[in-house]
């Protein structure tokens, strides 16, 4: 076969990038499919519907399962925040000290309690520091021991972000307060720490959903039948219907404040990525 046969010969024409990405993605949604007929084909149903979706027993829930539980975990969640948020901002600045003493406490305080478990964190303060500190209540009772702990935790998360946002701010804005005047700690709270929280927003937004799962480790501390929240309280009326419906109903109401967050999330990232384009 000579070289003019072989250019005269039709050229075998393969797959273009574009439809072996939809070839790709075509079967990537037959899978999905097969998956989700497969499930409904083999799933039980009716026992599925007998323990977790029994109306009367979601009845019974309610109101306390929104007076009571839901209410308990909200407060948990908000008073860890605010301890977290007090203390991961000292802890933040301490991080960016120019005393050394301050930088290594603050380095070891977050390299810590970001290791441990906030489990652990939680069995520390409701055993260790009654222990430590003989005759010593921590105020607040139980409300008090769950702020601390998820505070705890919370802190060497929300210092991290906080010392995150202080460094995206241009070292021109600390120049210019400074030639107004300031003096380095005016302008860190005056100028400085507004311009970091509106970058650090949004992550400090999913932190407090995170707390909000972490609320459920409040188990561990002991609590009252007024204290439950919701992890709690449906684990309680599981054990005494012998059902699983109670959990499903907490579940959902998880689901009633994270999800929103979540999107609240969502919607302030796309916008501060909107103002830097």
């Known amino acids: 076969m000579t070289d003019t046969d072989t250019a005269l010969q039709p050229k075998k024409k393969g797959l273009t990038r574009r439809q072996k990405r939809s070839l790709s993605r075509g079967v990537q949604y037959a899978v999905f499919a097969a998956a989700v007929i497969a499930f409904a084909v083999t799933a039980d149903w009716g026992r599925l519907q007998n323990q977790f979706a029994q109306a009367d027993i979601a009845k019974q829930m309610f109101p306390d399962v929104i007076t009571l539980a839901l209410k308990?975990?909200?407060?948990?969640?908000?008073?860890?925040?605010?301890?977290?948020l007090v203390l991961g901002m000292v802890i933040a600045l301490m991080r960016l000290s120019s005393v050394g003493p301050y930088r290594w406490l603050a380095g070891v305080y977050i390299e810590i309690f970001r290791g441990l478990p906030a489990l652990l964190i939680f069995i520390f303060v409701g055993v260790a520091v009654p222990l430590a500190f003989p005759g010593t209540e921590i105020p607040g009772g139980t409300y008090g021991k769950v702020a601390l702990a998820l505070g705890l935790v919370s802190a060497a998360y929300m210092a991290e972000t906080i010392r995150a946002g202080i460094q995206a701010v241009p070292k021109g804005q600390m120049e210019a307060a400074r030639s107004l005047g300031f003096s380095p700690a005016k302008a860190m709270v005056s100028i400085i720490v507004p311009q970091a929280f509106r970058i650090i927003l949004p992550p400090l937004?999913?932190?407090?959903?995170?707390?909000?799962?972490?609320?459920?480790?409040?188990?561990?501390?002991?609590?009252?039948?007024?204290?439950?929240?919701?992890?709690?309280?449906?684990?309680?009326?599981?054990?005494?219907?012998?059902?699983?419906?109670?959990?499903?109903?907490?579940?959902?109401?998880?689901?009633?404040?994270?999800?929103?967050?979540?999107?609240?999330?969502?919607?302030?990232?796309?916008?501060?990525?909107?103002?830097?384009?």
């Open 72 to 84: 308990n975990t909200v407060l948990y969640t908000l008073s860890g925040f605010v301890v977290g």
């Open 205 to 277: 937004t999913n932190e407090l959903v995170l707390l909000f799962k972490d609320s459920s480790l409040v188990l561990f501390l002991g609590v009252t039948l007024e204290e439950r929240e919701l992890s709690k309280f449906g684990r309680d009326l599981a054990s005494t219907t012998a059902n699983s419906t109670p959990i499903l109903v907490a579940g959902l109401c998880y689901l009633l404040v994270t999800i929103p967050l979540s999107f609240v999330v969502r919607r302030m990232e796309s916008k501060a990525q909107e103002a830097i384009r």
